[in-house]
Each structure stands twice: as C-alpha cells, then as structure tokens.
Nanobody
Framework: QVQLVESGGGLVHPGGSLRLSCAAS????????MSWYRQAPGKERELVAR????????NYADSVKGRFTISRDNAKNTVYLQMNSLRPEDTAVYYC?????????WGQGTQVTVSS
C-alpha cells in the first residue's frame, strides 16, 4: 500500500522557519522524483520544489528561491522541505508528491500558517 505521510506543519510567525517531512512507503522511493506542492484557499495547487531521484539540480518556484530547500534521504524514504524566512503568503496546505514516468502519488497534506 502506497503511503506519503507529511508532518511538520503548524503556525509560525513571519520570518520564522519550519521543516516539513514526507515519509514514503509502498513503492521504490529512490527512483521517484519527489516534489512539494502547496494550495492556498481559493488558489490552484502550485509546485513549490522538486528533486529528482539522483538529487541533481533541485527546482524551486521563484517565490521560494533562496528561502526554501528541498532534500531527500533515500535510506529513510523521506523527503524534506526546509522553509526559512516564512511570509504570510506562504500560508497553504503543503502536499508531498512522488512521480515516476506516468505514476504519481500524493500525500494528504499538512497545514502551514504564517501569521503574527
């Protein structure tokens, strides 16, 4: 059974940091590209960051470049999103995504709220 379980979300003040984790099981994690998406109320889901199976050249949305870092630990079947200098506009539900060719899996999401 495929599972992607996100954790680490919460309420943080502007300028603060959070680290999201996504624990994967039920598929061959190390061949999948892993991504973080987010969806704010009333907005479409958007790609935040992506890392390939070989960890070459992670990609970031322009809005998070220099503030967020995606990484993966293939030994632990886990992908991370380190989020620094958080802004109110980063408030959203953050989803973990795994993709290999035509196969794609989603987590259930974790809420991140940036507010004073």
């Amino acid at each position: 059974q495929v599972q992607l379980v996100e954790s680490g979300g919460g309420l943080v003040h502007p300028g603060g940091s959070l680290r999201l984790s996504c624990a994967a099981s039920g598929f061959t994690f190390n061949i999948y590209a892993m991504s973080w998406y987010r969806q704010a109320p009333g907005k479409e889901r958007e790609l935040v960051a992506r890392i390939t199976s070989t960890e070459n050249s992670p990609n970031y949305a322009d809005s998070v470049k220099g503030r967020f870092t995606i990484s993966r630990d293939n030994a632990k079947n886990t992908v991370y999103l380190q989020m620094n200098s958080l802004r109110p506009e980063d408030t959203a539900v953050y989803y973990c995504n795994a993709r290999y060719i035509w196969r794609a899996y989603w987590g259930q999401g974790t809420q991140v709220t940036v507010s004073s």
